[in-house]
């Protein structure tokens, strides 16, 4: 089993920047791709960006909503997945959630969530005009 514990959502100005972290505990070792999902009230979940590594090298995937904005990162030595988010705009305002699967996902997949097995709690972002 792996619990996955996000933190670092909050409220900031448009243009604003906040970073979310995601601490992974348990059987971490089996995960392989990380991910974070956003859902707004009365919308469908949606894939963000997603990260795996194979040996040295990390993959990412992002949605076209958020290219050149966010950053996904993982600090392996923490078990710790990060969203940086910059120049924040009124409709990424959700509730952040981060994922974990045993699968090696591809760019096709990173951003699905049927593909994922564990989820966080999630923490809630808003965005003020």
């Known amino acids: 089993q792996v619990q996955l514990v996000e933190s670092g959502g909050g409220s900031v100005q448009a243009g604003g920047s906040l970073r979310l972290s995601c601490a992974a505990s348990g059987v971490t070792s089996s995960t392989r791709t990380m991910g974070w999902f956003r859902q707004a009230p009365g919308e469908e979940r949606e894939g963000v960006a997603g990260?795996?590594?194979?040996?040295?090298?990390?993959?990412?995937s992002y949605a076209d909503s958020v290219k050149g904005r966010f950053t996904i990162s993982k600090d392996n030595a923490k078990n710790t997945l990060y969203l940086q988010m910059n120049n924040l705009k009124p409709e990424d305002p959700a509730m952040y959630y981060c994922?974990?699967?045993?699968?090696?996902?591809?760019?096709?997949?990173?951003?699905?969530?049927?593909?994922?097995?564990?989820w966080g709690q999630g923490t809630q972002v808003t965005v003020s005009s």
């Open positions: 994922a974990a699967t045993q699968s090696s996902l591809g760019d096709r997949n990173r951003l699905s969530g049927a593909y994922y097995q564990y």
């Open positions: 990260f795996n590594n194979f040996g040295f090298t990390g993959f990412t």
